[in-house]
């Protein structure tokens, strides 16, 4: 099956620093990818929609300018968390969209990053 | 718009004796709705989907659900749990025109020996 990596597995950062994550498809190109969150014991929130080559549409809530998105390849999506804060600390979960053709896709999840605020 | 409801959060079998997990989902289009598995500190592996073919969906690890329009429910179920599949499981349901998922809360499922 389709491999989504997510990197680093785990982070640990100060307070006011930023921290950037890495999500790569490994064997098949990407148009879309997606970001999520979850909080302890919770379920996923989407946090964006990553589009190659184009801005990142983010959901309602989720702010733009803290949560940078870029979408440079196909096979790459990064989500920079700027002057990070304790309460950012999560678990971020990304993935790839994968056509199967026609109108069809399938996602395709990374293993997630942890992230903890200190 | 599109939601997913997982009506327990929480559900404890003993090993050997069968599961169900319940869905029930709004859609305002003809949606494809999915079960994703989350094993602890592991990423999400999907467990089944259901995109308009067959009502009676099977997936992997002896898992099937079925897909019920006239109660907008996609139970999930299997005969006789095994200890490995403590998890939490979660619904999902995507409308085709955006290709966005939206997830349940989840449901927790605890094995007993």
């Known amino acids: 099956g389709a491999v989504v990596s997510q990197h680093p597995s785990r982070v640990i950062c100060k307070s006011g620093t930023s921290v950037k994550i890495e999500c790569r498809s490994l064997d098949f190109q990407a148009t879309t990818m997606f970001w999520y969150r979850q909080f302890p014991k919770k379920s996923l929130m989407l946090m964006a929609t990553s589009n190659e080559g184009s801005k990142a549409t983010y959901e309602q809530g989720v702010e733009k300018d803290k949560f940078l998105i870029n979408h440079a390849s196909l096979t790459l999506s990064t989500l920079t968390v700027t002057s990070a804060h304790p309460e950012d600390s999560s678990f971020y979960i990304c993935?790839?969209?994968?056509?199967?053709?026609?109108?069809?896709?399938?996602?395709?999840f990374g293993p997630g990053t942890r992230l903890t605020v200190t | 718009a599109q939601s997913v409801t997982q009506l327990d959060s929480h559900v404890s079998v003993s090993e050997g004796t069968p599961v169900l997990l319940r869905c029930n989902y709004s859609s305002s289009y003809s949606p494809s709705l999915f079960w994703y598995v989350q094993h602890p500190n592991k990423g999400l592996q999907l467990l089944l989907k259901y995109t308009s073919a067959a009502t009676l969906v099977k997936g992997i690890n002896g898992f099937e659900a079925e897909f019920k329009k006239s109660e907008t429910s996609f139970h999930l179920t299997k005969p006789s749990a095994h200890m490995s599949d403590a998890a939490e499981y979660f619904c999902?349901?995507?409308?085709?025109?955006?290709?966005?998922?939206?997830f349940g809360g989840g449901t927790r499922v605890l094995v007993k020996p």
């Open positions: 999902v349901v995507s409308e085709a025109a955006d290709n966005k998922l939206t």
């Open positions: 993935s790839a969209s994968r056509p199967l053709g026609g109108s069809s896709y399938e996602q395709y």
